[in-house]
């Protein structure tokens, strides 16, 4: 067996994790098991849960090894069955950040037996020759369970043949593979190697730089090699040396140095005059050995190392010089965007905040970069650095909440919520991973409603709620009585992925097709057929993560733009210039009736309030905040509630 583990730039983006784990085994027990390989990414991670992929792993190896009496099939359910416990405790504890970001896949091997399963975007391609097979579509997905937790589910056996290849690749290096048609090349390379692969690689390297991911080959062949993990990033592509570029600099100033090292070294092995000497009596001395070369020798190594102790100094000298430069220059830009304040204009706020944002980021990498320089030059960086962040949170209305009010907690209920709605002060919080609903009045009372169904989005709608059960299925909530209503599918392979409503009509946004599907209103909770909201002529949503109507629709993107359409076609883009950039925002809510758009970006753990023009109003961020899942704004506009993990906080404009 060979194995190739490749890692795409593992630091490209802060909160997401990935890792393989291969497992061969340690002794004559363990070879009646065969082989055992993991792969796993997190998406949005916690920094509690930076080694969660590690511990999952671990759980999942000692369990497939723990009994070598039984078949590979079998040990591996059981160690998926120990792995769904272990999540469950997790999620018990309040900790389900998880739950939609992990992806997951499990191998073994066996004298060409292959057993595995997956949850989430991973792909598992089995490359025949120049066949290329998808063999993870003969899983049957199944919808996770509620308690008992069920995340990991089926298993698929089959036999496969020597030289068959298995390729498993999280999802971004799947679609980089697919769209540079890199899996046809793969599966040319004969005999397999490192260096076809790496040579593969080395021709798309710009390409390669902008994706995040891994990719785990398993070459099945009776050749063992051992697996060795490949990171690929910016530092495997270094910048070619130049010697005389590197050394030219200090030949001029190391000149007179290198004279003086080479007259002392000149001094120390020239032969002395003995005729200048009165002569000696002759004495009988004992032979030594001639100190010549081991002399040499020494002092060679002297002179090296202080030559290189020389360089060594004036480039840290040169570096300094340089970051004192950027310093200033940073300086002069912070004074400038000062200036811009005094004049108290709106304008000039946009000024100096774009100024401001720029010198935070300069200064930012500057830190990164001084740990190793005098402590009052770090002293002066770190000083400008506060100084800037103060007045950027100043004109960036971002508020710091050290202790934000708890308004309820879920604890023994037995209910762990992953989505809320707030109808008639009353908040009602489901899930698309457990059955029934749970509603807090507004004396922070809670309570179940026992319904046999799961729930994936939820708006008010009149006296009612209505809640959309993928794919298509809407519940109707009016007072106590509930009852059930299809919508039309609209088309193939759809997915409703957010929803809202605005005088009756319906809209749904599909984040895959890129569409927005509209359905009017007709009597008595029945709707009419699906209608294709967005203009023939307009390009698609591709990209928005979420949606708001208030008579338009507006369109989040989840990297730092909002997109307002009106009557199917885009009106303007807002790119949003505040601070902290957004990382990547989750939710936008917004009406007819309020002033605001709300958007929550659970990264940088606050939540953001602007008006109809894009121009910040408000930002709420506190530690607390480590598990953002949803909001819910009341009808004034006034008050604010947040779902972090198993705490419903209260924020009051």
């Known amino acids: 067996m060979k194995v190739f583990e490749f890692h795409f730039n593992p630091r490209l983006k802060p909160d997401l994790i990935f890792d393989s784990f291969c497992y061969e085994p340690e002794n004559i027990y363990e070879k009646r098991m065969g082989n055992l390989y993991l792969t796993g990414l997190l998406k949005n991670v916690l920094p509690q849960n930076l080694r969660f992929l590690d511990k999952l792993a671990k759980v999942i190896q000692k369990e497939y090894y723990r009994s070598t009496i039984i078949k590979p099939e079998k040990a591996l359910k059981e160690s998926l069955k120990e792995a769904n416990e272990f999540l469950e405790q997790i999620a018990k504890k309040g900790d389900v950040s998880w739950l939609g970001n992990l992806s997951f896949a499990a191998l073994s091997l066996k004298n060409y037996e292959l057993n595995f399963t997956k949850v989430g975007d991973l792909k598992i391609f089995l490359l025949r020759g120049e066949r290329i097979i998808d063999i993870d579509q003969k899983l049957k997905f199944e919808e996770i369970t509620p308690w008992p937790l069920k995340i990991f589910g089926n298993i698929v056996s089959g036999k496969l043949a020597e030289d068959d290849l298995l390729l498993v690749s999280t999802k971004e290096v799947t679609d980089f593979f697919e ?9 040319k390379i004969w005999p397999f190697n490192e260096k076809g692969l790496r040579e593969i690689f080395d021709k798309r390297k710009k390409e390669v730089l902008k994706i995040s991911g891994l990719s785990l080959i398993i070459v099945l062949t009776k050749e063992a090699l051992a697996s060795k993990k490949q990171v690929i990033s910016e530092k495997s592509y270094p910048k070619e040396f130049n010697l005389k570029e590197v050394f030219s600099p200090y030949l001029k100033s190391l000149g007179e140095r290198f004279s003086l090292f080479i007259n002392i070294f ?3 092995i020239r032969k002395p005059k003995l005729g200048k000497f009165p002569k000696l009596p002759k004495l009988a001395m004992p032979k030594f050995p001639r100190p010549g070369k081991k002399l040499i020798l020494i002092l060679a190594l002297i002179f090296f190392l202080a030559l290189g102790f020389f360089i060594s100094q004036l480039q840290e000298e040169k570096e300094l010089k340089e970051r004192q430069i950027i310093l200033e220059e940073i300086q002069e830009k912070v004074n400038r ?6 004049l108290k204009t709106p304008q000039a706020e946009v000024e100096a905040n774009s100024l401001l944002k720029e010198s935070f980021e300069e200064i930012s990498q500057l830190a990164k ?10 002293s002066q960086v770190f000083s400008l650095k506060e100084a800037v962040s103060k007045t950027l949170f100043e004109l960036n209305k971002l508020e710091v909440i050290e202790e934000p009010e708890l308004f309820f907690e879920f604890g023994g209920q037995g209910f762990v919520p992953q ?5 008639k002060d009353e908040i009602y919080f489901f899930s698309p991973h457990l059955q029934n609903l749970f509603r807090v009045n507004k004396n922070a009372q809670g309570e179940v409603i026992e319904v046999n169904q799961k729930f994936n989005l939820a708006v008010p709608f009149d006296e009612a709620i209505l809640f959309l059960s993928k794919p298509n299925q809407l519940t109707i909530l009016k007072g106590e009585e509930m009852f059930f209503v299809d919508l039309e599918e609209p088309y193939p392979d759809f997915s409703f992925d957010d929803f809202a409503s605005f005088r009756r009509y319906l809209y749904f946004l599909d984040k895959k097709s890129g ?26 949503a591709m990209g928005a993560s979420s ?40 939710k936008i809510f917004t009406s007819a009736t ?40 009341s009808e004034n506009g006034k008050t604010i509630y947040l779902l972090n993990g198993l705490k419903v906080y209260k924020i009051l404009l």
């Not at 989505?419 to 109808?423: T, Y």
């Not at 359409?565 to 883009?573: A, C, M, N, V």
């Open 179 to 187: 769209k540079e048609n890199l899996l046809t090349e793969i599966g």
């Open 266 to 268: 000149k001094g120390l």
């Open 337 to 342: 965007a000062e200036s811009f304040l005094i």
């Open 369 to 378: 970069i001084v740990s190793k320089t005098p402590k009052d030059f770090q």
């Open 419 to 423: 989505k809320m709605v707030l109808f």
């Open 515 to 540: 569409q927005i599907i509209k359905y009017p209103y007709l009597k008595n909770f029945e709707w009419g057929s699906a209608q294709l909201w967005l203009d023939r002529e307009e390009k698609k």
């Open 547 to 586: 949606l708001a109507v208030d008579g338009s629709i507006w369109l989040l993107d989840k990297n730092s733009s909002l997109s307002r359409y009106y009557i199917g076609r885009l009106q303007e883009k807002i790119v949003l210039e505040i601070f902290p950039a957004p990382k990547e925002l989750k």
């Open 594 to 633: 309020l002033p605001y758009l709300y958007l929550l970006e659970p990264v940088q753990k606050r939540i953001i309030i602007l008006d109809k023009k894009g121009q910040i109003v408000k930002q709420f961020q506190s530690q607390k905040f480590d598990n953002l899942l949803d909001f819910a704004i």
